[in-house]
């Protein structure tokens, strides 16, 4: 069926210890909306997502890559074996795993769901862009809907009958969605004629459903100009008549498909609404004028999603880097490099392959445990409503704080750390006989879509720091201090929570030094400062997470023996947090000096100074 090898590997003693140790999934498991679930039913889940990911999608990564997607008179026609994969994937539950019983969902944590996703996506991230969106899109009709589209458009995506994806970029506009001029018109019938342009529309078109529901952003006529007067609207690709039965075409055109440097399995494409007057929408949930406020439900279960896209992919890259540089033999060891008699060792024997692959194995391990701790958060928010408002608040706002850094910092080090596993690899590579190469072209449209790297960097120093008077932040280092307070005197990681804690002055020194400016007529600096005190953040609370890990290991591994594989795997868990302490920490220190230069080059430079040509 595949017709490809599968080059997809992963860790799953890792995705257990982030999920039943760190995180502590039986305190949210048993309760609540969760009572029907326990640490034996994620673990049997997730080993049996690790199957179907290595049996039936990683196959079919290298085939997405190589035969793209093609349209065939006006429709996409996507890779082979990937429609015999969405039918397989939806009998098999994986999308409904976290989706409410309501809707016919099994009603997972979130944090179990959230490393499903990652086995998904970076077994085969083009395909499981698919029906990612097109849940995305079911819940945001779900959520904001009437009941009568919630079972008319939104039921059908669930079960994997209908496709979905979210329409907002067009020519004209990019990211600056209030430029957008797709018009929407009132029809007597309470209907509206929709028409306009949407551009970089994944999943726009495909042959995996026999129906796709589109959520386009459009302008009513007379609306007030900007995103204020933007309205939300259900658009399928076909009229669906009574009972849910697909009609006729509902003038909705493939414009044609992108031709990009990765995800070539994904079709991304250029949709025209209403070329010949004939596309009919319906107004979200009835209410006029709330498209973005609407759209960002989506959106921001979108960006942690790249955020785990991201994960996934730099997870896979790492395990193929590691297994190669176990069997590729190449030059003497390191203490014998004058003697040519001396054997050929394997390249993990050669000190610079060990510190790429360390650094690897601690961001992997803390991208994950920032992901994990996110919707941990959600998850306990969800226990806590209506019960303990005041936690509820807390585990909410922790999500709101901590979204920007899990869709940028994972985004942005998944594509750097792909080519550095390329590096491990050496020439070979650089080939395509190899898995890496495709990884790093796939991974670098995580940092651009759902909102670039500096998007997620200006919503957080310009809405998330001061969210709540600025308490979830305050949180946030409150939660950090706590933890430095009690390992300041750990036997082992003592002198890495100092530098933890110094880590912590520094971004709570760059927090202040944006505030003032804010405060102080300097608000020019902030855009310029934004991506690297994402960044510092992004670090501190990676730092962090390794750090705790470190610290539950060591406990877990006392009374092991030297020879069990326990150990080994716990003892991992140190090296990865002190490698992370000793060479990331201390930038962030770094980073807070270059921030208080308030260097404004960039801005001062004239246009003509940037070239003669």
Not at 48 to 59: D, I, S
Not at 379 to 385: F, I
Not at 408 to 432: H, M, N, T, W
Not at 524 to 544: C, D, Q, T, Y
Request: with cysteine.
């Amino acid at each position: 069926m595949s017709g490809g090898i599968n080059r997809y590997k992963n860790d799953l003693r890792d995705l257990f210890f982030v999920l039943f140790e760190q995180f502590r999934f039986a305190e949210v498991a048993g309760k609540g909306q969760y009572e029907a679930w326990g640490p034996d039913e994620a673990r049997a889940v997730l080993n049996e997502t690790y199957r179907f990911a290595r049996e039936v999608l990683g196959p079919l990564n290298a085939v997405g890559d190589k035969e793209g997607c093609k349209v065939v008179d006006g429709q996409v026609k996507t890779p082979s074996g990937f429609k015999d994969a969405w039918k397989q994937l939806h009998e098999s539950g994986f999308k409904t795993l976290a989706l409410s019983a309501e809707h016919g969902g099994q009603g997972a944590p979130l944090m179990l769901y959230a490393l499903t996703e990652e086995i998904l996506s970076g077994a085969n991230t083009a395909f499981n862009m698919y029906p990612g969106l097109a849940y995305g899109a079911a819940e945001l009709v779900a959520e904001c809907g009437t009941p009568e589209q919630v079972k008319k458009y939104g039921e059908p995506v669930f079960t994997g009958k209908w496709g979905g994806t979210m329409c907002l970029t067009e020519p004209q506009a990019g990211s600056d969605v209030g430029a957008n001029k797709t018009s929407a018109r009132k029809n007597a019938d309470g209907t509206y004629s929709i028409k306009g342009t949407k551009i970089f529309i994944s999943g726009g078109d495909h042959d995996l459903a026999e129906n796709i529901i589109h959520l386009v952003l459009a302008r009513i006529e007379g609306a007030q100009p900007g995103t204020k007067g933007l309205s939300l609207f259900i658009v399928p690709k076909h009229r669906v008549g009574a009972g849910g039965s697909v009609g006729a075409s509902n003038d909705v055109s493939v414009g044609g498909i992108e031709h990009k440097m990765g995800i070539n399995g994904s079709a991304t494409a250029v949709l025209n609404f209403g070329e010949n007057d004939a596309c009919v929408g319906e107004l979200v949930g009835g209410v006029e004028h709330q498209g973005i406020q609407q759209m960002f439900r989506m959106m921001n279960g979108a960006r942690i999603a790249v955020g785990i896209q991201g994960l996934g992919v730099l997870a896979t890259a790492y395990q193929n880097a590691l297994e190669y540089a176990k069997d590729r033999k190449q030059g003497a060891h390191y203490t014998k490099w004058k003697d040519p008699s001396s054997p050929r060792v394997a390249i993990l024997e050669h000190p610079d392959v060990r510190r790429m692959l360390l650094e690897m194995k601690a961001y992997t391990e803390g991208i994950r445990a920032l992901v994990v701790k996110l919707t941990s958060h959600e998850d306990r928010a969800k226990l806590h409503r209506g019960v303990d408002d005041e936690q509820a608040a807390y585990h909410h706002g922790q999500v709101e704080l901590l979204t920007p850094l899990v869709k940028a910092f994972s985004s942005e080090e998944a594509f750097r750390l792909c080519a550095q596993a390329i590096q491990v690899f050496g020439g070979a590579g650089y080939l395509k006989d190899h898995p890496v190469e495709q990884y790093s072209r796939d991974a670098k449209i995580f940092s651009i879509y759902e909102g670039t790297t500096h998007i997620q960097a200006m919503d957080l120093v310009g809405r998330k720091l001061g969210q709540a008077g600025g308490v979830h932040f305050q949180q946030f280092m409150s939660d950090v201090a706590a933890f430095v307070e009690g390992n300041r005197e750990h036997a082992t990681f003592g002198a890495d929570v100092q530098r933890l804690a110094a880590a912590q002055e520094a971004v709570m020194a760059s927090a202040m030094t944006l505030l003032g400016w804010s405060q102080g007529g300097k608000m020019h600096l902030i855009p310029l400062a934004a991506n690297r005190f994402l960044k510092m953040m992004s670090e501190l609370a990676v730092g962090w997470l390794l750090l705790e890990a470190g610290v539950l290991a060591e406990k877990s591994a006392q009374g092991l023996s030297a020879s069990d594989p326990e150990r080994a795997f716990y003892e991992g868990k140190r090296y990865s947090a002190q490698w992370f302490s000793r060479n990331v920490l201390p930038e962030v220190e770094h980073g807070a000096r270059v921030l208080a230069l308030e260097d404004p080059s960039a801005s001062e430079i004239p246009d003509a100074a940037f070239a003669t040509v």
